[in-house]
Structure formats: C-alpha cells, structure tokens
C-alpha cells in the first residue's frame, strides 16, 4: 500500500459519511414531510390518485440517485434526467392543486429541491443553482396562471428563502466538509511520507557508516603497512591493494551525492583512480538508464573496480538500457581472467576472456 492509499480511503470514507447523510436527509424529508403534508391535506386535492401518482415518481427518482451516489458521483446526464423528473412531478402536482392555495397545500416543491441537492451533490455547484432557479420559477409561473396576489408573492418569496436556503446551505456545507476532509488527507499524507522520508534516510544513513567501517577495516592496515614500510608502494601487488581501496573509497562518497544517474556517477568515481594511472576509461550509455537501487549498484561498480584496477591500458563501459533493467558491458585488456564478485542483488555477471582483452556483463533486472 502507497502512502497515497490510507489518506485517500480516509478522504473516501469521510466523502461516503456525508453522502449517506443527504441520502437520509431526502429520504426523510419526502417520507415525513412531504408524505406527511400530502396526507394531512388530501382533502383539499381535487385528486388525491394523482398526487399520490406524483409522489411515487419522486420517491423513485430518489432512490435511484440514492442508489447512484452511492456508487459514486452519477453521470451529467443521467444526473440531470432525474433532476428534470423530480421538477415536472414537482410542477405537475403544484399544477393539480387548489388555485389560491398552492402555497399551502403543495408538498413537491421542497421534494424536488432537496432531490436536486442529491442527484447533484458531487457536480459544479452552479448546475444546482440552475436547477433551483428552474424549479422557483416553474413554481412561479403556476401561481402566476392561477392568478398572483401581493400577499401570494410574499409566500412564495418567504418559501423560497427558506427552502432553497436550507438546500444551498446543505449542498456548500457538503462540499466545505469535502474540502476539509481533502485538506486533512492531504496533511496526513505528508505526514506519512515526512516519516517515510526520515526513515529511508537513517536507514542509508546507517548502511554507509557500515560500509564506511568496512572500508577501514580494508584500507586502514594497507595505511599501516604502508607508514610501517612493511609494504612496498613500488611492488605491483601493493599498487594493485591501493587502486582499490581508492577506488572503492571515491565510489562511496560518489553514493553520498545526491544526483540523477547515480550508477553512471558511481561509475565515473570508479574510474577516476584507473585514468590518474594512465588508463584511458570510456564510459558510454545508451537509451533512457532507469534507476537501480543501492545494493545492486554496488555489485556492479565492484565489478567496475574489479576490472578498472587490473586494467593495463585502456576499458570500455557501455550502459544499455534493456526491456527489464539495465546491462553494463566491460571491455578491458587485462591479461588475465579477472576474479568478480558473484551475483547478487539482482545482479547476473558473466564474463569471457579473449587473450589480452576481458569482456565481462553485469546485467541487473528489476523484475
């Protein structure tokens, strides 16, 4: 699991808790109020069938957005078709009721209102203004055919404070909660990859202080030989032991920059020792080189060292960026077979000696 993962299930579960709260919110809303208000005045309906007919498609335009948010944020169209379902049930039933007492009687317009809220919850929060607009005014023009007084205006104006209010607070409350439980994710990812960040880094802290002390324990008694004279710096054996012990110290504080193409950078380090003894090191790459980790870049640049140190006059490094990783290719006139070290890290070496002149390849895979 990445550290994008855990924060972005906890982002998705707060998402979930919300929307589920709408759901229960509509739900409730057309079963108790508006269910309630409907039967309460089903007297004063010239047909009470059909109001009942009405509230029935709403109920099952509800559902089906219920079903659909909750399954994630639905289409634009299939959003909208339920959205324009609601509003002609809203503005058929307001239609059907007594003419100077649609206010009082009429319990689609918050329905439809707060189905918009639901099918629309997770789109551009302007296409939610669009649809309440749509629904005033269609409600609007109903009392405007019955025929609209002063004291009917104000009720529709009172009404449409209050319903629309209430439903454009819930929908920008849903999206600030939204935002917050984004801008909590996000926080709690940079935590995790802060932490991440300063454990990787004590972890190669620790295995160069390693490395280091293994590099004592191999360079320090060649030092003591060399101040004690016991070692003679004009046998070849003894210039052999310097070259790498150089060598392999130039390679580890090469590991310690932090550049891109580390291998290639680790490499040139590698090199640097056999060059300043006069052999001439071409180091050449091919195609895009990934990234290869530290263990598997060690093994390749001892081999480097390896073959660099019993080098007499010149070598070739070629870097090729293969299908599943990266081969290495050494060309050198040696003399001899070269001892390397074994595979490891991914790392497949073979090696082939043709008279004076050593190939060797030090393959590494990342699968």
């Known amino acids: 699991m990445t550290a994008a993962q855990p924060t972005a299930m906890m982002s998705g579960r707060y998402q979930r808790a919300f929307t589920i709260a709408v759901v229960f919110l509509v739900g409730g809303w057309h079963l108790a109020g508006a269910g309630g208000q409907l039967l309460h005045n089903r007297s004063a309906y010239g047909s009470f069938a059909f109001q009942g007919a009405m509230w029935l498609v709403m109920a099952l335009a509800i559902t089906a957005g219920s079903v659909l948010v909750l399954r994630g944020a639905p289409g634009w169209r299939t959003a909208w078709a339920l959205a324009v379902i609601a509003l002609a049930a809203s503005t058929a039933a307001a239609a ?25 919850l997770r789109r551009r929060f302007v296409e939610l203004v669009w649809f309440l607009a749509a629904e005033a005014l269609a409600i609007l023009s109903v009392q405007l055919w019955d025929g609209l007084h002063r004291t009917d205006l104000a009720g529709f104006l009172a009404l449409l404070a209050w319903s629309t209010g209430a439903q454009v607070a819930v929908a920008a409350g849903v999206r600030a909660l939204d935002a917050a439980a984004g801008h909590a994710a996000a926080a709690a990812r940079n935590e995790h990859e802060a932490r991440e960040r300063a454990g990787t880094a004590e972890i190669i802290r620790a295995a160069r202080h390693a490395r280091w002390l293994a590099l004592q324990e191999s360079a320090v008694p060649l030092v003591a030989e060399l101040a004690a004279g016991t070692a003679d710096p004009g046998d070849a054996q003894v210039r052999v032991r310097c070259a790498v012990q150089a060598a392999r110290l130039r390679r580890l504080l090469a590991e310690s920059d932090q550049v891109p193409g580390s291998l290639l950078h680790e490499l040139h380090a590698s090199a640097d020792v056999a060059e300043r003894r006069g052999v001439a090191v071409e180091i050449e790459t091919a195609g895009l080189l990934p990234r290869v980790p530290g263990p598997a870049r060690r093994v390749i640049t001892d081999a480097a060292i390896a073959i660099l140190t019993a080098a007499r006059s010149q070598a070739r490094i070629t870097l090729a960026a293969v299908a599943a990783g990266i081969a ?31 190939w060797a390849e030090a393959r590494w895979n990342s699968r």
């Open 328 to 358: 290495v290719s050494f060309v050198a006139d040696t003399g001899a077979v070269v001892r390397l070290p074994a595979a490891d890290e991914g790392v497949a070496i073979e090696q082939q000696q043709d008279g004076h002149t050593l």
């Open 96 to 120: 059907a009721s007594p003419a100077g007492q649609m206010l009082a009687v009429n319990w689609s317009w918050g329905s439809a209102g707060w189905t918009g809220v639901l099918v629309l």
